[in-house]
């Protein structure tokens, strides 16, 4: 037996090109007698495959290689074996290659999850750094905090000055103003968001029985919505201006805005304010100007040979005063012809923006103001600024453009002082407001029956609802404020109203 292990080695040396004997034991325990020969090949192969690395290379070389004589049988053997084998082998390495890009395919899967933890943890960490940050500066932090989370879900999509601009006999939009700077000092919660171009939520905060906190978001839809960064321009786009054109087919037209004290309204139609003064060139009431003298010199209505007239006066608890003539009180009669007119009331001759303007500032400064906890120039009273087209040499009327800031609708726990005078202040307003939703719900619907003598500036308006060439517009304004945030929904509910029996007149006149 020692003969044969001793070959069995001397031929391992030869193969291997190396004089390291190999562990005797470890062969002594393979070799077995059977029928004369040695088999020793299994101990061969498992010493071959330690040396060979792992590649089917190293094993096509070691089978090339000649055996000694004494070995001839062996030999052979060990290369049958090795070609038996040389499949399993290769086949072993691709699995094991299979293996390890499956092990790296789960090292990036795990990675690629601990990012993402991580991240989530960020995330969390930065949102409990925000809400001890809002805690510490803000009482209403957790309201800023729900609104901030719903928000992140919308995908918002406000007016583009290139969205066209749609044609309507009662056009009914809403505009939402930024925070002021007092709004900044008390560290209001902004309470309004504005997705689209036609639709606004509100997110009114609540507290339940247990003292849990949550929102209701109530939204409206009309058919524009301007949100904080909308100016001005774009807001006359879209309102008044499609209205210009009214008056030179023959038509009447009006433009209301209406909104709670401190929202926006008279800035919306008068122009910008800086400090105390205002810029009336910003405002709707001369951009309407703007555009009747470029009507007036086209090609199409300088045949008409019109002339342009203008007036402002405001209605005060139930009284009419002309602003152009030092708040001269004047009178509403209906002449034989059911013509409503204003009597005594100063109608100015106006041939360029500029005299426009300067009406408009004379008017706005004479013009009744009061104090109220939301403001202190809240407007105590409806301002009219009438623009109107005769006929050159005539009294005959061609068009009218009324444009009317109608008075805070202030409560009366708003009122400072509250006494008996502001007090009746608001309830007159109050009900002309009513009085002149329901004129509008009633022309929508073509009622027999219009209540315009209910109120002051339903009568004066009258003329310029009836009609076919009649087209109105209503812009709401509203504030952003988490104080403001019942008033605000006052002001949609009472807009949406108008336009809500406007959509189902419509469905009755379709079906």
Not at 197 to 204: F, L, R
Not at 206 to 221: A, H, I, P, Q, S
């Amino acid at each position: 037996m020692k003969a044969y292990i001793n070959s069995a080695i001397r031929a391992i040396q030869k193969l291997t090109g190396t004089n390291r004997t190999p562990n005797r034991p470890q062969y002594e325990e393979r070799v077995r007698y059977r029928e004369g020969h040695v088999k020793w090949s299994a101990a061969l192969d498992s010493h071959l495959e330690q040396q060979s690395a792992t590649t089917a290379r190293d094993v096509e070389n070691i089978s090339h290689i000649s055996t000694a004589p004494s070995v001839t049988s062996g030999a052979i053997r060990k290369q049958r074996l090795q070609q038996q084998h040389k499949p399993e082998l290769i086949s072993k390495q691709r699995g094991a290659g299979q293996g390890q890009r499956r092990n790296v395919l789960k090292v990036i899967e795990r990675m690629k999850k601990n990012r993402e933890q991580q991240r989530q943890l960020q995330a969390k960490l930065k949102e409990k750094e925000l809400q001890i940050m809002m805690r510490q500066g803000n009482p209403n932090w957790e309201f800023l905090n729900m609104i901030n989370q719903y928000r992140s879900r919308i995908v918002f999509r406000p007016l583009q000055e290139s969205d066209p601009v749609e044609d309507h006999q009662i056009t009914v939009c809403i505009r939402k103003r930024p925070l002021n700077k007092s709004e900044f000092a008390r560290q209001e919660v902004d309470v309004i968001s504005v997705p689209s171009k036609d639709e606004i939520i509100v997110h009114q905060p609540k507290v339940k029985m247990d003292l849990e906190k949550f929102l209701e978001n109530k939204r409206f839809k009309f058919d524009y919505v301007f949100d904080e960064t909308c100016c001005n321009e774009l807001v006359y786009k879209y309102t008044a201006k499609p209205l210009v054109q009214t008056i030179f087919e023959g038509g009447m037209a009006t433009c209301f805005a209406y909104g709670q004290t401190g929202s926006g309204k008279t800035h919306t139609m008068g122009g910008d304010f800086r400090g105390k003064t205002q810029d009336c060139k910003k405002g709707i009431y001369a951009m309407v100007a703007e555009d009747v003298f470029k009507f007036l010199k086209s090609r199409k209505y300088k045949k008409l040979n019109l002339a342009v007239f203008a007036s402002f006066f405001e209605i005060y608890d139930n009284d009419i005063f002309d602003l152009l003539a030092n708040k001269a009180k004047v009178h509403i009669l209906e002449d034989g012809d059911h013509q409503v007119n204003i009597v005594g009331l100063t109608e100015k001759v106006v041939d360029s923006v500029d005299e426009v303007i300067e009406l408009i500032d004379r008017g706005n400064t004479a013009r009744a103001s009061g104090n109220t906890s939301a403001n202190r120039n809240s407007s105590r009273s409806h301002a009219v600024f009438q623009v109107v087209l005769r006929t050159t040499g005539t009294d005959r009327i061609h068009g009218t453009f009324s444009l009317i800031d109608l008075a805070d609708n202030a409560r009366a726990v708003d009122m400072n002082p509250p006494n008996r005078q502001t007090k009746m202040e608001g309830a007159a307003i109050n009900t002309s407001l009513i009085v002149l939703k329901e004129c509008i719900r009633a022309l929508e619907r073509k009622d027999a029956h219009i209540p315009f003598g209910g109120s002051k500036i339903t009568l004066v308006l009258r003329d310029s609802f009836i009609g076919e060439k009649c087209k109105t517009c209503m812009i709401g304004t509203i504030s952003p404020g988490m104080a403001s945030c019942e008033d605000s929904l006052n002001t949609l509910r009472y807009v949406d109203r108008v336009k809500e029996h406007r959509a189902t007149y419509k469905q009755r006149t379709t079906s």
